[in-house]
């Protein structure tokens, strides 16, 4: 799959005029040659994620995926997840599901 973000390309010359006509003609190019997916056929759903800190790296995991990351910080953790997580589900799409609850138990044991 190829995402193109055409309202960051950009060509300089000096009148502008040019760039203008190469950029549309670049545009329609790329668009009919690749495939192209529109932001409206993107997928967003909202996954359960448990950190925990392992010597110098915090870990990363989704539970419902089972994809895993780890990063210095926990927003590196946290970013490295998602991107894996992204690339798991572009392959392996996982069916509609109601929400999960997480809540806490309290266990005695000897």
């Not at 010359?13 to 192209?36: E, M």
């Not at 800190?53 to 870990?59: G, H, R, S, V």
């Not at 990063?71 to 970013?79: H, M, R, V």
Request: a negative charge.
């Amino acid at each position: 799959m190829y995402i193109l973000d055409t309202d960051h390309l950009s060509v300089l010359d000096r009148g502008g005029i040019v760039a203008q006509n190469l950029l549309r003609r670049f545009k329609s190019w790329f668009l009919s040659y690749l495939p192209y997916t529109e932001k409206s056929t993107m997928k967003t759903r909202s996954f359960t994620v448990i950190l925990h800190k392992e010597d110098d790296i915090y870990i990363a995991e989704c539970l419902e995926v089972g994809t895993v990351d780890q990063g210095k910080t926990i927003e590196l953790a946290i970013a490295g997840l998602k991107e894996a997580t992204r690339l798991y589900l572009e392959e392996f799409p996982l069916p509609e599901t109601s929400p999960r609850f997480i809540t806490n138990i309290e266990v005695s044991y000897a």
